[in-house]
């Protein structure tokens, strides 16, 4: 079996069973992953981007 099936399956069974899911994912990363990619998805903001050198790379551009 797959690394990606199996992580599927085990994200999958704690889904199911009440569990976090997907935790750590921002939400358009889950919506990409879970729907048609032909819905709008939620807009990135910034605390969705961990690395914070490029996070606040991005800040300084939007401020500029």
């Known amino acids: 079996m797959g690394a990606y099936i199996c992580i599927g399956k085990i ?3 704690s889904i199911l069973h009440g569990g976090p899911g997907l935790v ?3 939400p358009a990363a889950k919506h990409y992953l879970a729907y048609d990619h032909e819905q709008i998805p939620p807009p990135v ?3 969705d981007i961990p690395d914070t050198n490029l996070r606040e790379v991005k800040f300084q551009t939007n401020t500029s």
């Open 11 to 13: 994200v999958g069974h």
């Open 24 to 26: 750590g994912l921002s």
């Open 45 to 47: 903001v910034l605390e």
